[in-house]
């Protein structure tokens, strides 16, 4: 008689997510030369964050939600949550110069059209961020307002977009 095949272990809450499955991102083009994991890890140290942490939250957040998704285009990697109905709220993950970031957000936003996204938008800190959202040449709307960032409310920019 043999035995009975053994179940594999459900990973509960508490448990390590698994931060590699988790962080596959939907490829664009064939000119990335990073995976999202190692493009992750990099800008989250820029940011000062602890890279380990944001790769396991971010894990976490796409295995518990099925509308958090990972694009990557090139070296960038935008984090996609869609939060109504044709409404999607982004972030970058990135190692390219501001005028190649220009582009991945052009490309991200022909990407989420053709998927029946009609709105998106996001936030950011830095003010350099504002040329970067001039540089897509997209009719984005810049205005300022309060957000969680890191434990504490901060004054940031709110980027949004009609498709």
Known sequence: MTPAPQKKPVIAPQQTPDVMGAMKAEKVGSDSTK????????DSARQGLDPVRVLKGLA??????????TVQIGNTVFLVK???LGTVESHIFTSESPQVIAKRY???VNILKSQGMKRGYTYSDQP??????????????????TQPMGGTIKPVYKFELEF
Request: proline content about 7%; aromatic content about 2%.
């Open 82 to 84: 869609q939060v109504e």
């Open 60 to 69: 976490s957040d796409k295995k518990n939600n099925p509308q958090v998704k």
């Open 106 to 108: 052009a490309a991200l």
């Open 35 to 42: 995976t999202p994991e190692e493009i992750i890890r990099t």
């Open 128 to 145: 350099g961020f504002k040329k970067v959202a001039e540089m897509t040449g997209l009719p984005v709307k810049v205005t300022q307002t």
